[in-house]
C-alpha cells in the first residue's frame, strides 16, 4: 500500500509563511524525485518545485526565492517551506513522487492540501 498524506495547509496572510509536508509510507522516498504541484479552479495545475537525490532543487520562476524543498530521510517526508506568500499563491498543493525504471514512470499523487493567502 502506497500513500502520499499532504499536510500544513491553511489560511494565511500576504507576506506570511507555511510548511507543507508530504509524508510517504509503502515506498522509500528517498530514492524518488519528488515534486510539488498547485491547482485552482478554472486553471491548469502547475508545477511549483522539485527535489532529486539528497538535495537537488529546481523551483518555477513564480516561488524562485521564496519557497524552498527539501527532504528528511529519517522521517520519510519531503517539505516545502512558503515564505513571502502572495494571493496568487493560493491553490490545492499536491505532492508527486515519481521514479524512472528502464524509461518507465512509476508515481504517486497525494489527495492534496489547500492554502489560501487572503487579508
Known amino acids: 500500500q502506497v500513500q502520499l498524506e499532504e499536510s500544513g495547509g491553511g489560511l494565511v496572510q500576504p507576506g506570511g509563511s507555511l510548511r507543507l509536508s508530504c509524508a510517504a509510507s509503502?515506498?522509500?522516498?528517498?530514492?524518488?524525485?519528488v515534486g510539488w504541484f498547485r491547482q485552482t479552479p478554472g486553471k491548469e495545475r502547475e508545477w511549483v518545485a522539485t527535489?532529486?537525490?539528497?538535495?537537488?532543487?529546481k523551483y518555477a520562476d513564480a516561488v524562485k526565492g521564496r519557497f524552498t524543498i527539501s527532504r528528511d530521510n529519517a522521517k520519510n517526508t519531503v517539505y516545502l517551506q512558503m515564505n513571502s506568500l502572495k494571493s496568487e499563491d493560493t491553490a490545492v498543493y499536491y505532492c508527486?513522487?515519481?521514479?524512472?525504471?528502464?524509461?518507465?514512470?512509476?508515481?504517486?499523487w497525494g489527495q492534496g492540501t489547500q492554502v489560501t493567502v487572503s487579508s
Open positions: 508527486n513522487a515519481d521514479l524512472r525504471i528502464l524509461g518507465v514512470r512509476n508515481d504517486h
Open positions: 509503502g515506498i522509500i522516498l528517498s530514492v524518488y524525485t
Open positions: 527535489v532529486a537525490g539528497e538535495a537537488t532543487t
